[in-house]
């Protein structure tokens, strides 16, 4: 599957951000813009690597070392896509490989979002030019807020580049943010998806555990286990925020399905994103590797949310699951709206399969993700690549003609190590950020590759 999906992109898209199959040609409209930054190969390369395909990955990093660069880019560029997918991608490449090259170029990256930090509060805009510098926060975002799960994502990318080019300057900018993010008031003890960043203040009391919340709870845990579980603050803040999720947010229906509501202004909308189904394996994973008062009830939710998740996929024509599903008196793990109905290919049901696998190896969570698998290639797979589908409750769904660079980053890596060994990447030397790129564990992992200048006060600055 890999290698027919990064074929026909090296076919009819290659430098380009993603490849349609269906017209055999580049995606121009997606969250880079126009600009040819070769997203798909940055972010599919760690995959291409770990599978051991040799040629493909030497085609992907010449072309990396020859043509990316964001210089001339001027255009607005998402700074939470481009740290978890570019900075992400290459800091895992210089883990694996130690080629220098690969921190070069994330320290580049890096570079240029810098200035979306220059606010107030020092919690940065969603948006940034890197060619003029300009930043701003989306239009639609409550009252020019920032979005949780966008500034609160960069802090493994940010903390790890710290410590592998010895330039502490990284992990200042994401130490500020969690600093605000600790000491101010949380409603009901929750974080609420917007906070302004000129008065960092909290913007409208939404909530979600899915789209503009997910990854900051991801990280904090992950935060924790990089450092070598000395970063307490993150795991405390972590537990914290969860306690708090599942007394307010976390739901059982009426047939004993487990998931996570969103609150809104006090009141529970009974829906939950695919995006919020990789809380199945950050619960397990919380669960794991810390024994506490939490401990069992973390490794319930954990397994609970990731049934109710394979509940949304077998319970569509395709066997794939919907955007967004909804629990009430007309459904249970359904989409009703059109507009929730389609699947673009995304990872995190197969994200906590693979983690649950890890840390349980029962066999259904291997046997759920060949399901994924046959569904994959019976409905996404096209003559010239994979595409997502307009309609998972359709015998035979309209395909939507985009193979994101999560589909190779992320999905197929996730099914890969779901039936790999336990030793390839193990859980206790590697933690994946939120685009499935893995980076070292401090103490843990040979790979870790700090700075040699400052490798003594790298380890206490952290």
Not at 270 to 284: Q, S, T, W
Request: with cysteine; aromatic share 12%.
């Amino acid at each position: 599957m890999m290698e027919h999906a990064w074929h026909n992109y090296k076919l009819y898209a290659w430098g380009k951000n993603e490849l349609r199959p269906l017209t055999q040609r580049g995606h121009i409209g997606s969250i880079f813009g126009a600009s040819d930054l070769g997203a798909t190969i940055i972010d599919g390369l760690d995959t291409l690597y770990i599978m051991g395909l040799e040629a493909e990955y030497k085609e992907g990093r010449d072309w990396i070392e020859r043509k990316f660069t964001l210089d001339n880019v001027s255009a607005e560029l998402s700074v939470f896509e481009t740290n978890i997918r570019f900075i992400g991608g290459l800091l895992t490449m210089y883990a694996f490989t130690g080629d220098a090259m690969y921190k070069e170029k994330a320290q580049q990256v890096a570079d240029k979002l810098l200035p979306a930090f220059q606010t107030p509060t020092g919690i940065p805009h969603s948006l940034i030019n890197p060619k003029t510098g300009m930043s701003k926060n989306y239009g639609w975002a409550s009252g020019s807020s920032s979005i949780l799960s966008e500034f609160g994502t960069l802090h493994l990318e940010f903390s790890y580049l710290s410590d592998v080019t010895g330039n502490p300057l990284y992990r200042e900018r994401v130490q500020t943010i969690r600093q605000i993010l600790k000491e101010i008031e949380k409603p009901k003890g929750l974080y609420p998806n917007f906070l302004n960043p000129k008065t960092g203040k909290w913007g409208q009391l939404h909530m979600s555990l899915g789209a503009l919340g997910d990854s900051f709870y991801e990280y904090l845990l992950k935060a924790w286990l990089q450092s070598g579980q000395t970063d307490e603050e993150a795991r405390q803040m972590f537990d914290d925020a969860m306690v708090a999720i599942i007394t307010h947010m976390v739901r059982t229906s009426r047939n004993g399905l487990t998931y996570v509501s969103d609150l809104k202004f006090e009141r529970l909308e009974h829906k939950m994103d695919h995006l919020a189904c990789f809380a199945g394996g950050i619960f397990a994973l919380a669960a794991s590797t810390r024994q506490s008062e939490n401990t069992e009830k973390f490794m319930e939710i954990g397994k609970g949310i990731t049934n109710t998740c394979h509940e949304s996929y077998t319970r569509s024509s395709t066997g794939l699951g919907p955007e967004a599903f909804r629990f009430g008196e007309a459904a249970e793990a359904r989409a009703l709206k059109s507009s929730e109905k389609y699947y673009i290919l995304r990872p995190e049901t197969v994200e906590s399969y693979f983690v649950l696998w890890r840390l349980t190896h029962d066999q259904k969570y291997r046997d759920w993700g060949w399901d994924v698998v046959l569904a994959l290639e019976k409905h996404c797979r096209t003559t010239h690549g994979y595409s997502g589908i307009k309609n998972v409750y359709q015998e035979v769904p309209q395909k939507d003609d985009v193979q994101q660079s999560f589909f190779l980053a992320e999905t197929l890596k996730y099914l890969y190590l779901l039936f790999s060994d336990d030793s390839l990447l193990p859980l206790d030397e590697w933690v994946f950020n939120t685009e499935a790129h893995p980076l070292p564990i401090k103490g843990a992992n040979v790979y870790y590759r700090p700075a040699l200048s400052v490798s003594g006060d790298a380890t206490n600055a952290s």
